[in-house]
């Protein structure tokens, strides 16, 4: 039973590329969420989605950030004309329907570097 | 607006020893509060979740505390070893709200020295 798996683990883009990023979750889960941690901070809700749709996009910046969790495939988090600001860890976590005791579980996160 | 705190910011420990993680919280209404590890270049890996009802909650050599009352929970490792250098993440979910919307702390910064 693979966990939630995020690739690239490490990107290096240029500014003014597009960057993406790209989670599966765990088997079963259809609930993704994204969190953005800058060096030596704290995780940051970015977006959450289910399968095909935006649920909750509040923590996402309002330019050239956009997240999907298409029916089949990955969910994708996509960066455009990326900043030297935008260089982060970016975490994926997945989850059942949410509850009280529900588990979310993290990937290894991909690491995107803008030079 | 809520809030966590997470206290001290960063310990030190000798290996062997044990440890007390703070996280102070504002969350209304509560529903769950969780811990996480976090080793250096890795993701979050839950430690334990504990709901309004439960006021001790144990994993290994960690064991979480809640007092609902002062909002206030705390992470307790016993006898430390290397392996526990890592960030430990305080979240915590308020009722009707998804993971998503879940308040993390800022982490506490555990190194562990032989």
Request: proline share 5%.
């Amino acid at each position: 039973n693979a966990g939630v798996m995020q690739n690239p683990r490490h990107l290096v883009r240029r500014r003014g590329q597009e960057a993406r990023l790209r989670c599966s979750p765990m088997k079963g889960h259809s609930h993704v969420y994204w969190y953005r941690q800058l060096p030596e901070e704290g995780l940051k809700f970015m977006v959450y989605l289910q399968k095909e749709n935006i649920i909750d996009e509040s923590g996402m910046p309002k330019e050239r950030f956009s997240a999907e969790f298409p029916k089949e495939g990955p969910s994708i988090l996509r960066i455009q004309q990326v900043v030297r600001g935008d260089s982060a860890a970016y975490f994926c976590a997945s989850s059942p329907p949410w509850g009280e005791n529900t588990e979310a579980f993290f990937g290894q996160g991909t690491r995107l570097t803008v030079v | 607006k809520n809030q966590v705190e997470q206290s001290p910011q960063s310990l030190i420990i000798l290996e062997g020893k044990n440890c007390t993680l703070q996280c102070n919280y504002t969350v209304s209404p509560f529903s769950n509060l969780r811990w996480y590890k976090q080793d250096t270049g890795r993701g979050p890996v839950s430690l334990t979740i504990m709901t309004f009802s439960e006021n001790t909650k144990s994993n290994g050599r960690y064991t979480a505390t809640l007092d609902a009352d002062t909002k206030q929970s705390s992470l307790h490792i016993t006898a430390s070893q290397l392996s526990d250098s890592a960030s430990y993440i305080c979240v915590v979910s308020a009722k009707q709200s998804n993971a998503g919307k879940s308040t993390f702390g800022d982490g506490t910064t555990l190194t562990v020295k032989p």
